[in-house]
């Protein structure tokens, strides 16, 4: 095996407010040599990339994917053999619904080296940004995340949804706006009951930050009739009652 000349930092971009990046990461960017990032990376922060740095997109949206994940990892191991810094810049947070863990075993098992470096991922900050806080002593203390679009291929899980519904005061999905209908009614069967408080944030953090509240009964109906789109973080829980209070003291988009 030939000894890689490099190293590749799996980098975590946040929800998309640059000033949510972390000081490392902004760091890894300015010095990198090749950067390969996905599609949720907000312009602000791929503007900090060096411009002597191969940019590279390998960004995957619903239907639309520029590079297959195997294709992503294999240009990952050949671009740490002829450069020293390289960049995967994930939205989010790497390890959570980021594929961070699969891109670190493979780079592991080729003898890449690999560091992850930790970003504030969208289920927090979404919320947080249109003032919902995921706990609150009064309404909730405990918080399930899920993935509401599960995969296809090599492991296809299946959530529990009515589990879900059982076991956790508050619920955070990430990518289940096509799949809403259907998550919905199975948490309705799970025992949460159709008025349970829900909302949707779209490009949280951003400056073009969009949110939709309804309940478990209305809110498939809403999202069809207002035309709200994914990418999107669904919150579901009493913790949702408290927007109307501390969204005025929510942060300011920039």
Do not use: C
């Amino acid at each position: 095996m030939v000894q890689p000349l490099g190293k590749v930092y799996l980098v975590g971009a946040g929800p998309g407010d640059p000033g949510l990046f972390t000081l490392k990461g902004k760091a890894l960017l300015e010095h990198a040599d090749v950067v390969v990032y996905d599609a949720l990376v907000s312009p602000q922060i791929l503007a900090m990339i060096s411009p002597k740095a191969e940019a590279i997109n390998a960004g995957k949206r619903r239907g639309r994917h520029s590079m297959l994940q195997e294709d992503t990892t294999q240009l990952l191991i050949e671009k740490a053999q002829t450069h020293a810094v390289v960049v995967r810049l994930k939205g989010g947070d790497p390890f959570v619904f980021g594929r961070g863990g699969e891109e670190m075993e493979d780079l592991v098992k080729a003898g890449v080296p690999v560091e992850v470096v930790p970003g504030i991922t969208s289920g927090v900050a979404a919320p947080a940004y249109a003032g919902i806080p995921l706990t609150h002593r009064g309404y909730s203390s405990s918080v399930t995340f899920v993935t509401g679009h599960e995969s296809v291929g090599k492991y296809r899980p299946t959530v529990n949804w009515e589990a879900i519904a059982q076991s956790s005061e508050t619920i955070v999905i990430y990518m289940g706006v096509h799949n809403l209908a259907a998550i919905t009614e199975q948490l309705h069967r799970g025992g949460l009951p159709l008025e349970t408080p829900i909302a949707l944030v779209r490009w949280g953090t951003r400056p073009d930050q969009q949110e939709l509240v309804g309940t478990l009964a209305t809110i498939a109906q809403q999202v069809q009739d207002t035309g709200f789109d994914a990418p999107a973080i669904a919150v579901i829980g009493k913790v949702v009652n408290l927007q109307a209070t501390l969204a005025a003291s929510r942060p300011q988009l920039l």
